[in-house]
C-alpha cells in the first residue's frame, strides 16, 4: 500500500495493486474507488479515473467508488425510518443524491485485510451522520480471479433500524475511446422506471417493449435515449444472475452479473475532466464512460411497493456483484 495523494483537507489516500486472473486493479481508500483497471493484452484502461486523487472531490465525484449507505435519489431529501421522518441532506435541488457530502463516497476506508488478488475495506458510520440512524460498518471486499473477474461483496449492519442500498459507481468505456457511441449494450430486464425532471421515478415500473429502453437485444449506445435509469431486474434481492453486457467495437465485453434488483444505467453525459485530468493523461468529455450501478430501485425508501432497503438490527445486509471481461473478436 503506498500514499496516491492528498484530499483538499489534507486527508491521506492511499493505493493498493491487485492483480490476478489476467486483471490488474489499482483501488483507492478514498470511497473504495476503482481508479484504475486493465486487462492483460489491452493497452487502455477499462474504466474512468483521476489522476490526482483529489479530483474525486470534483469533475469525476463518485467515480469508481462505493456510493451509500443509500444510493441514488430520495425525493425530498427525506423518508420514514421506523415510523420517523428523518430529513437528510438534500444535495440535487430538492433531492438526496448517494447519500450527500458525507456519503460513502467522501470517506477514507480502513484497508481490513489485503493480498496480492484480494482486499477489504471497512467504513464505520456513526448514529445520525448525514440523517441516517443507527452506528453501521460498511465492508467493501474486492476479489481478481480467473477468468478475468472483479468480484465485489458489499455488506452491512447496523445496531438500529436503518435504510441501506450499496452500489458501485464505475464508469466503464472498453475502448479507450472519446465516448461510448461504438459500444453494443444489452440489459436482462423487461421493466425499467420513468423518471420526472428531478430524475424521481413517476410511478410503478414500465415495460420496455416498444420503448427506446429496451435494451434486451443489443443496441449501440450511439442511437440509445438520454440514460440515467434504473432497469428493474427483479422484484427482490436473489441468487447471482446475469444482467447486462457491454461490447466495445474493441472486441472487449463486459460482463455484469448481480444479486440485486436494479440495475441504474448513466451515460455520462455531464462528465467534463480537463486532459491530464484523467489516466494517461485523458481528457473526458460527455459519454466518456457508461456507469452501470446494481442496487435496490431509487427511492425506495418512499416507495412500498418497491424492494425494501431496511435493515434492522441483527441483520447483515449482503450484495454480490460481479464484473467478467473478455475479448470477443480482435479488429
Known amino acids: 500500500m503506498i500514499e496516491a495523494g492528498r484530499m483538499a ?5 492511499h493505493a493498493l495493486h491487485l492483480t490476478g486472473g489476467g486483471l490488474s486493479l489499482r483501488l483507492l481508500t478514498l470511497g473504495a474507488t476503482v481508479q484504475d483497471l486493465r486487462l492483460a493484452g489491452v493497452d487502455w484502461p477499462l474504466v474512468l479515473g483521476a489522476a490526482d486523487p483529489a479530483d474525486y472531490a470534483g469533475p469525476l465525484l463518485y467515480a469508481g467508488a462505493i456510493v451509500g449507505p443509500v444510493a441514488n435519489r430520495i425525493a425530498g431529501a427525506r ?6 421522518l428523518c430529513h437528510f441532506e438534500a444535495n440535487e435541488g430538492r433531492t438526496l443524491l448517494h447519500s450527500g457530502a458525507r456519503g460513502l463516497h467522501a470517506r477514507i476506508w480502513a484497508v481490513e485485510d489485503a493480498g496480492p488478488d484480494h482486499a477489504t475495506l471497512r467504513a464505520d458510520l456513526a448514529d445520525g451522520e448525514g440523517g441516517f440512524p ?8 474486492f476479489r481478481l ?9 458489499l455488506t452491512a449492519t447496523s445496531d ?7 452500489a458501485h459507481h464505475g464508469y466503464w468505456n472498453l475502448d479507450g475511446s472519446a465516448d461510448t457511441g461504438g459500444h ?3 440489459v436482462a430486464a423487461d421493466r425499467y422506471l420513468a423518471v420526472d425532471a428531478a430524475m424521481i421515478p413517476t410511478g410503478p415500473p414500465l415495460s420496455v417493449a416498444g420503448t427506446s429502453y429496451d435494451f434486451r437485444a443489443a443496441l449501440q449506445l450511439s442511437g440509445a435515449p438520454p440514460l440515467d435509469h434504473n432497469f ?34 448513466y451515460d455520462g453525459r455531464h462528465l467534463a475532466v480537463a486532459a491530464g485530468g484523467g489516466l494517461d493523461g485523458r481528457a473526458y468529455g460527455p459519454r466518456a464512460g457508461m456507469a452501470f450501478e446494481p442496487q435496490v430501485w431509487p427511492d425506495a425508501p418512499n416507495r412500498p411497493d418497491f424492494p425494501p432497503a431496511v435493515l ?3 441483520e447483515s445486509y449482503r450484495q454480490t456483484t460481479r464484473f467478467r471481461l473478455d475479448r470477443v473478436r480482435t479488429p
Not at 438500529?160 to 450499496?166: D, F, G, K, P, W
Open 9 to 13: 483537507d489534507g486527508r491521506a489516500v
Open 79 to 84: 423518508a420514514f425510518i421506523a415510523g420517523r
Open 134 to 141: 443507527g452506528n453501521r460498518t460498511i465492508r467493501a471486499r
Open 145 to 153: 480471479a480467473s477468468p478475468a473477474t472483479l468480484t465485489l461483496d
Open 160 to 166: 438500529v433500524m436503518t435504510i441501506v442500498n450499496l
Open 184 to 186: 453494443r449494450l444489452a
Open 232 to 265: 428493474c431486474l427483479a422484484s427482490a434481492r436473489r441468487d447471482l444472475t446475469e444482467v447486462a453486457t457491454m461490447t466495445g467495437s474493441s472486441g472487449v465485453r463486459l460482463s455484469i452479473a448481480t444479486t440485486e434488483p436494479g440495475l441504474q444505467v
Open 312 to 314: 434492522g438490527p441483527g
